[in-house]
């Protein structure tokens, strides 16, 4: 069961990273209020974690290139799942998603 969750967190996470993405491309980050409609549109499909725990990180580069990350950790249910992924000490799984777009149009 814990297995599961770990890669449906994943996924999500890989979701929600390339939504993001595919959103700053769309409306272009001008504004630190355009950022923050990136971080909020990726935290929105986050559907199923714990949403005070999952952080969205949101770059551009001079080269027109777009960056989000969706960080979330996971923690295990069953004692020997804890055990395994953190050795007991409760720290949880980091798990990641991240994805990177270019938003400049070749003609």
């Not at 999952?54 to 969706?70: C, K, L, M, Y």
């Not at 004692?79 to 395994?84: E, F």
Request: hydrophobic share 40%; aromatic share 6%.
């Amino acid at each position: 069961m814990d297995l599961s969750r770990a890669v449906y967190a994943r996924n999500v996470l890989a979701n929600a990273a390339r939504e993001g993405a595919r959103y700053a491309i769309v409306h272009p980050l001008d504004t630190a209020g355009d950022i923050e409609r990136v971080k909020e549109a990726a935290k929105a499909l986050t559907i199923g974690l714990e949403q005070d725990a999952v952080t969205v990180d949101v770059s551009r580069t001079p080269a027109g290139f777009v960056q989000v990350t969706v960080c979330y950790t996971f923690h295990p249910v069953s004692g020997w799942m804890t055990r395994i992924v953190d050795g007991g000490s409760g720290v949880g799984l980091p798990l990641r998603g991240r994805c990177i777009m270019s938003s400049s149009i070749e003609e």
